[in-house]
T-cell receptor
C-alpha cells in the first residue's frame, strides 16, 4: 500500500543533461515537498507546493524547477545537473490543516557522471 | 527564526538497553507539532512519533516515548529495549500550525550494538 511513490529509485545522468524525477501520492494531501539529502545530512528543502501555490526556498538554485500538474503528482526538473547535485531526492506530502505530519517517499538517488 | 538542534551527532547503545536522544527547538509560536523521524541506512524516512504542543501528555508508541518540556523547548526521544533494527539516523522535526514549513535537526546516528 505505497502512499508516496517516487520514480525512478535510481537515476544516472550525465553532467549537464536534463533529468526529471517524479513523485506521486495516494493520500490526497494538499502539500508536496521536494528535499535534497546528501550523505548523513538532514534533508534540505528545495521547494513545496500548497495546492497549486509554489513556494521556492531562497537558496534553491535556479537549476532546479518543479511542476505539480494535479494533486497527485509532482515533478522535480534539474535543467543542467552538476556533480554537486548528486544526492538523494526525497518527496514528502502533508495535509495542511489536517494531521500536519509529513510522509516520505523512498527517495530517488541521483548520480551525475 | 525557527531552529531545531540535535547536539548528539552519534550515539550507541547495547541491545535491550535504553537510550535517549536529545532535541531542542526555538519558536515564538504557542501551537506547533514535533516529530521524530527514523531513517535506516539506505532506506525510507519513516515517522516514529508525533507530539502536539498543546497536549501536555507525552506521546508514546510502543518502545518509543518522548519527554516534551514546552517551557524548556526540549523534545527528547527515549527508546526502550533497543533492537538491532533501531540502528538508523534519527531526525527531530518541527512544524507550526500557521504554515506548512518543516524544520529538521541535523540528525543523530544511533547504532545498536549486539
Amino acid at each position: 500500500d505505497a502512499m508516496v511513490i517516487q520514480n525512478p529509485r535510481y537515476q544516472v545522468t550525465q553532467f549537464g543533461k536534463p533529468v526529471t524525477l517524479s513523485c506521486s501520492q495516494t493520500l490526497n494531501h494538499n502539500v508536496m515537498y521536494w528535499y535534497q539529502q546528501k550523505s548523513s545530512q538532514a534533508p534540505k528543502l528545495l521547494f513545496h507546493y500548497y495546492d497549486k501555490d509554489f513556494n521556492n526556498e531562497a537558496d534553491t538554485p535556479d537549476n532546479f524547477q518543479s511542476r505539480r500538474p494535479n494533486t497527485s503528482f509532482c515533478f522535480l526538473d534539474i535543467r543542467s545537473p552538476g556533480l554537486g547535485d548528486a544526492a538523494m531526492y526525497l518527496c514528502a506530502t502533508m495535509h495542511f490543516r489536517g494531521q500536519e505530519t509529513q510522509y516520505f517517499g523512498p527517495g530517488t538517488r541521483l548520480l551525475v557522471l | 527564526a525557527q531552529t531545531v538542534t540535535q547536539s548528539q551527532p552519534e550515539m550507541s547503545v547495547q541491545e535491550a538497553e535504553t537510550v535517549t536522544l536529545s532535541c531542542t527547538y526555538d519558536t515564538s509560536e504557542s501551537n506547533y507539532y514535533l516529530f521524530w523521524y527514523k531513517q535506516p541506512p539506505s532506506r525510507q524516512m519513516i515517522l516514529v512519533i508525533r507530539q502536539e504542543a498543546y497536549k501536555q501528555q507525552n506521546a508514546t508508541e510502543n518502545r518509543f516515548s518522548v519527554n516534551f518540556q514546552k517551557a524548556a523547548k526540549s523534545f527528547s526521544l527515549k527508546i526502550s529495549d533497543s533492537q538491532l533494527g533501531d540502528t538508523a539516523m534519527y531526525f527531530c522535526a518541527f512544524t507550526q500550525n500557521t504554515g506548512n514549513q518543516f524544520y529538521f535537526g541535523t540528525g543523530t546516528s544511533l547504532t545498536v550494538i549486539p
